[in-house]
């Protein structure tokens, strides 16, 4: 317990600190002389408020408005970082996509023009052989998709 009271001594003088330049005014009285205090004289005499350099903003309702506003912001900022990352995601997927129909537009390309006789099956089950001028279509077919999909 000795140990803490000097700490406490010191907190307890800092808050009086703080308390003491809540608001400062600066006058001057009849005889010209300057005087500092918290509270303005009661005669009408000319007052400036003193300027104190790293004060805090008093509490109150535009500290509390300010706070809204720095609610609303961080919840905007957190929004569009959702967004985003929702666009990277598609932007992803979009690219494994094209990268999964370019692979495969050069692999039917490269099937058209190196096998010798090729088919497909009809809807009874049955090998329908492309002919010439067919396989030609398909290898323009495959070019106009390698064009498309890989870019």
């Not at 003088?13 to 500092?36: E, F, R």
Request: glycine letters at 4%; aromatic letters at 4%; a positive charge.
């Amino acid at each position: 317990m000795p140990r803490l009271l000097p700490v406490i001594v010191l907190l307890l003088l800092s808050l009086a600190t703080a308390a003491a330049h809540a608001g400062i005014v600066k006058w001057t009285d009849a005889q010209g002389n300057v005087h500092y205090t918290d509270q303005p004289p009661s005669s009408a005499v000319k007052t400036e408020p003193v300027a104190i350099p790293n004060r805090p903003a008093p509490l109150g309702a535009s500290a509390d408005k300010s706070l809204a506003e720095q609610e609303m912001e961080f919840r905007q900022r957190q929004i569009k970082k959702e967004e985003e990352a929702a666009k990277r995601r598609r932007q992803q997927k979009t690219a494994k996509i094209r990268k999964q129909n370019c692979e495969r537009s050069r692999t039917n390309l490269y099937t058209l023009q190196s096998t010798g006789r090729l088919f497909h099956t009809n809807a009874k089950g049955e090998r329908v052989y492309l002919d010439k001028a067919a396989r030609q279509t398909a290898i323009e077919q495959a070019k106009k998709d390698i064009d498309a999909w890989c870019k």
